[in-house]
């Protein structure tokens, strides 16, 4: 399953079942692909400084529900990247550390910064 088909799905269900458990705009999320994922050999040691256009590495994408669902539909490759897609739900329970490093890597870091302070109770600077 892909990040965008998790994401709606998650959505919809809230939707049906209206416990507010996942509020797409304060419901954080990390969307991972291809973890571990190394580019191919190069053909020669001079050439390893040269990145591999056709390679489709690692991608981190964080955000709330709703910031990765308004990612475009011609974007999603580009910003998801290939299979295998892992979509983690963060907790209630969020460190100041992971905020940080998580923020790095999303697609609204000024709606990251104030979910994670608002609504994780995050004490960042």
């Known amino acids: 399953m892909s990040i965008p088909i998790a994401l709606e ?9 209206g416990e507010g ?3 797409p705009k304060k419901t954080l999320v990390i969307a991972l692909s291809r973890m571990g994922a190394h580019p191919p050999p190069s053909s020669s040691a001079r050439d390893d400084h040269i990145p591999n256009p056709s390679y489709d590495g690692e991608h981190i994408v964080s955000g709330t529900l709703d910031d990765l669902l308004s990612v475009p539909p011609e974007d999603h490759q580009r910003i998801f990247g290939s ?3 892992s979509l983690i739900v963060v907790g209630k329970r969020l ?5 940080e ?3 790095a890597f999303a697609v609204n870091k ?9 609504e994780y109770g995050v004490a960042l600077g």
């Open 95 to 99: 460190h100041v550390l992971e905020a």
């Open 9 to 17: 799905q998650m959505k919809e269900v809230e939707e049906e079942v």
């Open 110 to 118: 000024e709606n990251w910064r104030r979910v994670a302070k608002d």
């Open 21 to 23: 458990i996942l509020d």
């Open 101 to 103: 490093f998580a923020e």
């Open 83 to 85: 299979p295998l897609h």
